[in-house]
T-cell receptor
Framework: GDSVTQKQGQVTLSEDDFLFINCTYSTTTYPTLLWYVQYPGQGPQLLLKVTTANNKGISRGFEATYDKGTTSFHLQKASVQESDSAVYFCALVQGGRALIFGTGTTVSVSP | AQTIHQWPVAEIKAVGSPLSLGCTIKGKSSPNLYWYWQATGGTLQQLFYSITVGQVESVVQLNLSASRPKDDQFILSTEKLLLSHSGFYLC??????????????FGEGSKLTVL
């Protein structure tokens, strides 16, 4: 069945460091892949969406791209700030009304 | 603008007691509605979804039930809580048309602690 795998559980960075989070997916259909961000005590919010049509998404300094050959998609940011500290989830749209989330990556950025 | 409100914000309940969590969406007609469960530090597990009043589909039940009594209201409940029900419950909505784009708008969540 459809699935997403997010292996990095925790990433610790300093301000201005480069952020890279990877996710792999498995699906039999054309994928729609998303990144959500969750700040402490809040619900997740959509950060970026990538489809086979656009291959790349950019928002708030974050960039998401996907590689069909390796069935992976990643999130990156050139220079993180302390305010980027949050949990980042990759997600895969599943047919019907489902959205499959990865296990999340906790990003901690120190000033 | 659309708003989503969940209640209560937090609950501490005893094992075996009943539970009711609610969610109201304002400013959006005929949304798709969802319940998700998140264990502390864990991923988001979809529990239920509803595309219209009175219709609820179960994805993973976890001894819970859901109902949609009004277009803008979604209720999650159980008659008997288990320790495993502890966690963060999130309600979300999406556009009712245009297929599944993956764009969900989440509420602030309800934190449940079962003792």
């Amino acid at each position: 069945g459809d699935s997403v795998t997010q292996k990095q559980g925790q990433v610790t960075l300093s301000e201005d460091d480069f952020l890279f989070i990877n996710c792999t997916y498995s699906t039999t259909t054309y994928p729609t892949l998303l990144w959500y961000v969750q700040y402490p005590g809040q619900g997740p919010q959509l950060l970026l969406k990538v489809t086979t049509a656009n291959n790349k998404g950019i928002s708030r300094g974050f960039e998401a791209t996907y590689d069909k050959g390796t069935t992976s998609f990643h999130l990156q940011k050139a220079s993180v700030q302390e305010s980027d500290s949050a949990v980042y989830f990759c997600a895969l749209v599943q047919g019907g009304r489902a959205l499959i989330f990865g296990t999340g990556t906790t990003v901690s950025v120190s000033p | 603008a659309q708003t989503i409100h969940q209640w209560p914000v937090a609950e501490i309940k005893a094992v075996g007691s009943p539970l009711s969590l609610g969610c109201t969406i304002k400013g959006k007609s005929s949304p798709n509605l969802y319940w998700y469960w998140q264990a502390t530090g864990g991923t988001l597990q979809q529990l239920f979804y509803s595309i219209t009043v009175g219709q609820v589909e179960s994805v993973v039940q976890l001894n819970l039930s859901a109902s949609r009594p009004k277009d803008d209201q979604f209720i999650l409940s159980t008659e008997k809580l288990l320790l495993s029900h502890s966690g963060f419950y999130l309600c979300a909505w999406s556009q009712g048309t245009g297929g599944n784009t993956g764009q969900l708008y989440f509420g602030e969540g309800s934190k449940l602690t079962v003792l």
